[in-house]
């Protein structure tokens, strides 16, 4: 049965950033040999990861799409790609639902909606960030150089655009806890996007996000020693 | 008579979301406690099959690093 696949691998550019090109090449290279066709190729671009793995920080995401007979074992042998190469620090495959795909349909279809959203994550990373800094010793405690408590909330900050995720105000809390943990993703002006697919809806209006690679990297470098021993025991799954 | 948690109505079947993405961590992070652990379903008013979409869609994204297993290290 024809399936389609997605392959999410996060490849580790501390040493070398062309590690990217040779082993999404190569990768591509297996599938194709395999039988499979290539439909998306996405690469996100470096992100700071929420946990290190084998003492990185941070990693190159690359996604690819294709399609393959079931019979053909493409994810298998992928996935033993991934596991001798020693640049590659994780990595997913699995097949797309159809559920997924219905998805995909109807954000395209209310493209401005996503829009909207995928360009207000940038932001809430970096307006949040000077309010993290001094919330960060005292737990959840608002900031009193903060002009109101509600600052800290991402959303509130975020501009007027966005529809979907409106205000939240249960969470400033908890929202002012994790946003340090989830990096904004990664601006790639560079690249060509595929029009309608959400991640890619970040990189063309993305412009107050210009500035995030530095931040990510600076909090990387301060960034607390969080549980290795658990990043060991994931590394065999999937 | 145990005290009712603030159940909410999940906001997951409000934005008509019919499938959760991994990728998308801003909706993920609503679902974590400031541990890093699930919402339990009574707290957060997902059905079923969402909270099963949820917790599948949280497993992949903190597989992939991009949300933490744990959290409440030094913050």
Request: hydrophobic residues 30%; glycine residues 2%; contains cysteine.
């Amino acid at each position: 049965m024809q399936k389609l696949y997605c392959t999410i691998f996060i490849v580790d550019v501390s040493q070398n950033p062309e590690e990217v090109d040779t082993v999404t090449s190569r990768i591509v290279q297996l599938i194709e040999d395999h039988g499979g066709v290539i439909k998306r190729q996405n690469p996100w671009g470096k992100r700071r990861l929420a946990y290190p793995i084998r003492k990185k920080t941070s990693g190159y995401y690359v996604e690819i799409e294709f399609t393959a007979h079931s019979h053909l074992n493409i994810p298998k042998i992928i996935e033993q790609e991934y596991r001798l190469n020693d640049r590659v620090l994780r990595y997913l495959t699995y097949v797309v639902t159809p559920e997924e795909l219905r998805q995909r349909e109807l954000n395209a279809k209310q493209g401005k909606v996503t829009a909207a959203r995928e360009v207000s994550r940038p932001a809430p990373a970096r307006t949040s960030k000077p309010a993290e800094d001094a919330v960060q010793a005292p737990e959840a405690a608002p900031a009193a150089s903060e002009p109101a408590p509600e600052t800290t909330e991402p959303e509130s900050s975020a501009p007027a655009p966005e529809t979907t995720e409106a205000p939240q105000p249960a969470e400033a809390a908890s929202s002012t806890e994790t946003s340090n943990e989830t990096p904004s993703v990664e601006p790639k002006p560079a690249e060509t996007p595929e029009p309608g697919e959400e991640t890619a809806t970040t990189e063309a209006p993305a412009t107050p996000a210009e500035s995030i690679p530095e931040t990510v990297k600076e909090e990387a470098a301060s960034s607390p020693e969080e549980t290795p021993e658990k990043t060991e025991t994931t590394e065999e799954q999937s | 008579m145990l005290k009712p948690r603030k159940k909410r109505v999940s906001r997951l079947s409000e934005s008509g979301i019919i499938w959760v993405d991994f990728r998308d961590t801003k909706l993920l992070v609503r679902y974590l406690n400031e541990q890093g652990k699930i919402v339990p379903r009574r707290t957060s008013g997902n059905t079923a099959q969402q909270q099963r979409q949820l917790a599948q869609a949280i497993k992949r994204a903190r597989h992939l690093a991009l949300l933490p297993f744990v959290s409440d290290i030094q913050r």
